[in-house]
């Protein structure tokens, strides 16, 4: 099993919006500090906005902010909200086609008892949990280049959320 694209960007979203809760947030930042394509990162927004874990202004003043406290938001949820067909084989579906023995199998129970142990752990895991290592995450590109006047290495501006 393997959760989509648009799952992965919208958490990264999140991760984001908790480490810089004191600033605004332009979709362009997101952009550019979460590296993924603008549409996808839109359509992600919307899906978070429609299910109230984001707000989002428009205009001179407008941006996107969270609309609860990260420690509120489960990672399960997100999953759930994102993702519209979380199975990992057909005959998890509601009208499988492709087998003769889904009637008598227990695979499928095997599957659907993974499947919730998976979305029980993921419950149990907040946004909080996942950028509570703020001060290094996404400080990404291998190594620090050391700068010759002594200052503190820091990370390119576009490779970051906060170090």
Do not use: W
Request: glycine share 6%.
């Amino acid at each position: 099993m393997r959760l989509t694209q648009q799952t992965d960007i919208a958490l990264r979203i999140l991760m984001y919006l908790a480490i810089n809760r004191d600033e605004k947030t332009i979709i362009d930042d997101v952009v550019v500090k979460c590296l993924c394509p603008r549409p996808q990162a839109v359509k992600a927004i919307q899906s978070l906005r429609n299910g109230a874990y984001i707000t989002s202004r428009k205009g001179r003043n407008g941006g996107i902010a969270l609309a609860r406290d990260p420690a509120e938001i489960s990672v399960g949820e997100i999953v759930r909200t994102i993702e519209t067909d979380i199975i990992m084989a057909e005959c998890q579906t509601q009208h499988p086609a492709h087998c003769n023995i889904v009637e008598t199998c227990l695979l499928k129970n095997a599957f659907d008892g993974a499947m919730g142990q998976f979305m029980h752990h993921l419950d149990n895991i907040s946004i909080a949990d996942i950028t509570s290592n703020s001060e290094v995450l996404f400080c990404t590109g291998g190594p620090m280049p050391q700068p010759r006047d002594g200052a503190p290495a820091r990370p390119a501006a576009a490779t970051m959320f906060k170090c």
